[in-house]
């Protein structure tokens, strides 16, 4: 069994900037935030980002609720969402919790038929009826703390079937592409 660490931080999921410093004299309100900001400290496991956007939320145990990671893989051309498989991320926490402190880079989540299209005719490895459109899959990376590039797709694959995950799962190991997806419909793989 293996030992993972983790860090505590404060439930903020837009990971916004530090508070300015104050003079150093506390009020009681102040010492009365920190109190409850320390009696609402989260195990963080990973930050995911959305690779077009930039957006990045802390990813814990209970944080982000499947609303925000829903919002989080909108369809990046027409901003529209729809809410993503609820055990699409129970999957990521599992994965990151193999690689703690790792960088989750989310590449697609929902792709509306509009964009999904227009990446099928442009060549890229989309299907037709492609579970993105659905709510259904996720392609991601992770770059492990320190890292500046992210874990082999292939090595990602084991890690994800060795979970249990029963779904779809597709390598993407080109170096323009260097991604790994993962879906709820049938079990099935291949290779982008």
């Known amino acids: 069994m293996a030992l993972f660490a983790t860090q505590s931080v404060a439930i903020d ?3 916004s900037p530090p508070a300015c410093q104050s ?3 506390a009020t009681k309100k102040e010492a009365a935030d920190v109190a409850n900001a320390t009696a609402s400290t989260i195990a963080h496991l990973s930050t995911l980002c959305q690779t077009h956007t930039l ?3 802390v990813l ?7 609303a925000r990671f829903s919002d989080l ?8 969402a729809t809410p993503i498989d609820e055990r699409l991320l129970p999957l990521l926490r599992a994965i990151a919790k193999q690689y703690p402190g790792a960088r989750i880079e989310l ?7 509009k964009l999904n299209e227009m990446l099928r005719k442009k060549g890229h490895n989309v299907a037709s009826h492609s579970q993105h459109s659905l709510g259904n899959a996720v392609d991601f990376r992770i770059v492990p703390d320190g890292a500046t590039k992210g874990i082999d ?3 990602l694959e084991k890690v994800i079937r060795k979970l249990g995950w029963n779904g779809g799962v597709g390598v993407y190991p080109k170096k323009h592409d260097w ?3 993962a879906d709820v419909g049938r079990n099935r793989h291949w290779k982008g």
């Open 55 to 57: 957006d990045r939320v």
């Open 13 to 15: 999921p837009q990971l």
């Open 60 to 66: 814990s145990d209970s944080e982000p609720s499947n």
């Open 23 to 25: 003079d150093g004299l």
């Open 107 to 113: 590449v697609s989540g929902y792709r509306s038929p």
């Open 73 to 80: 893989l909108a369809d990046r051309a027409t901003g529209s």
């Open 153 to 155: 797709p292939r090595v």
């Open 179 to 181: 991604f790994v997806h």
